[in-house]
């Protein structure tokens, strides 16, 4: 499909009531047609992956279009400057945590992007950092402790940081660490007690939130069935 065609579907498939639904989530963006992330889904299958096409749509600027562009894009062909320039351009949090999720985790370069935009100044920027550790944790199966580990002083450091899609992010990020398996949860757990006794407001907002989930007895009982496996594999 051609970007004219793409946009043009787009177009009839928005409406204004997803429009009206997306600033109740805190959504904003400058052009938008109002399409139903299931029936992005639904065209995404019916392109497959074409990177061209994916580096086109988000050019768009619009919403939807660069959502599709996340979907659509090949993270074999992700490169640093692709990253940053789409980084840049971020208006929100759902256009932020879509590239982060289903492409550039993918990115073999995706572990030193998240360390590097986390010292960003730009909110979503920073939060992409943030959601690119969260992301990692969740997507690679294969990547050592070690790795994960090395996130925690970021997570920490930018524990402090005011702003609600950047403190959310490094909560995310503390948390999908935590519930990889039994050592980083107690790794991410003394982080979060830390936090949680902080003296700064939002390090403390950041410690609780992440240590009602990884106290939470459904997620210690996976992390115990974890490492059952392992032992016994």
């Known amino acids: 499909m051609k970007i004219a065609d793409v946009l043009a579907l787009l177009k009839r498939a928005g409406n204004r009531r997803t ?3 997306m600033a109740r989530y805190g959504i904003s963006a400058q052009r938008a047609f109002g399409v139903t992330v299931g029936t992005l889904n639904g065209i995404r299958k019916r392109i497959g992956t074409d ?28 490169t640093r400057r692709q990253m940053n320039a789409w980084a840049a351009s971020f208006e929100n949090w759902a256009d932020c945590d879509t590239a982060c999720f289903k492409l550039f985790d993918r990115s073999p370069l995706a572990w030193e992007m998240a360390t590097r935009w986390t010292a960003a100044e730009r909110e ?5 950092g943030f959601a690119l550790m969260a992301c990692l944790a969740l997507h ?6 070690e790795r994960f580990l090395g996130f925690l002083p970021y997570i920490e450091k930018g524990a402090s940081d005011p702003r609600n899609f950047v403190k959310k992010a490094v909560s995310w990020a503390l948390r999908g660490i935590g519930a990889r398996n039994k050592a980083l949860h ?23 939130d992440a240590l009602r989930d990884l106290t939470r007895p459904a997620l210690k009982a996976r992390i115990a069935r974890k490492s059952k496996r392992a032992r016994q594999a």
């Open 19 to 21: 429009i009206d639904g």
């Open 186 to 208: 107690g790794a991410a757990l003394e982080v979060a007690r830390r936090l949680a006794s902080s003296e700064d407001a939002t390090s403390r907002w950041v410690g609780k």
């Open 51 to 78: 990177h061209a096409l994916s580096l086109a749509l988000w050019e768009s600027g619009w919403y939807e279009a660069r959502l599709l562009a996340a979907m659509i894009g090949d993270p074999a062909r992700v």
């Open 124 to 128: 979503f920027v920073r939060r992409g």
């Open 140 to 145: 690679d199966k294969e990547a050592p402790d």
